[in-house]
């Protein structure tokens, strides 16, 4: 993400958080520009709040909502990603269009999604729903 942080010029007077209005999970603020990505019609959407959020949380129907309380349901995305859908289908890795069952089948995929992000070859702020990198929606290793 391009936030700065720390330099005195950043603008940090809003909330890079916010709590999703249907289900009360903290979300983090997410571009418009990426959510016109992600949803189907978005030539009919027009945005009506300034700042937009992603809520991550997989039993929540709501993928975006604004400061207005305007609301995106999750149905309105163009690709089932895992991080708001079970099942096989779901993507893991929109980058390099990693399916949850490719990466159960093939666990190894993850080290190729891990030098490929090191290498900057990954573009998840776009291509991934949620605006963040893809690889945190990876089941956790066990053991
Ligand atoms: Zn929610």
Not at 20 to 46: D, K, Y
């Amino acid at each position: 993400m391009s936030h700065c942080c720390s330099s005195s010029g950043c603008d940090t007077s809003y909330p890079r958080k916010r709590i999703c209005p249907a289900c009360g999970n903290e979300c983090l603020e997410i571009s418009s520009r990426t959510i016109a990505h992600h949803i189907r019609f978005s030539w009919r959407w027009t945005p009506s709040s300034r700042y937009h959020y992603f809520c991550d949380n997989p039993d929540c129907d709501t993928a975006y909502f604004g400061d207005d309380g305007s609301l995106v349901a999750k149905t309105v995305l163009r690709v089932r990603s895992a991080v708001k859908e079970n099942g096989g289908d779901a993507v893991l890795c929109h980058c390099f269009g990693v399916s949850r069952a490719d990466f159960e089948r093939e666990p190894s995929i993850r080290e190729f999604v891990v030098e490929q992000t090191k290498a900057g070859n990954c573009s998840c702020e776009t291509r991934n729903p949620s605006g963040r990198c893809c690889l945190k929606d990876f089941p956790k290793q066990k053991g």
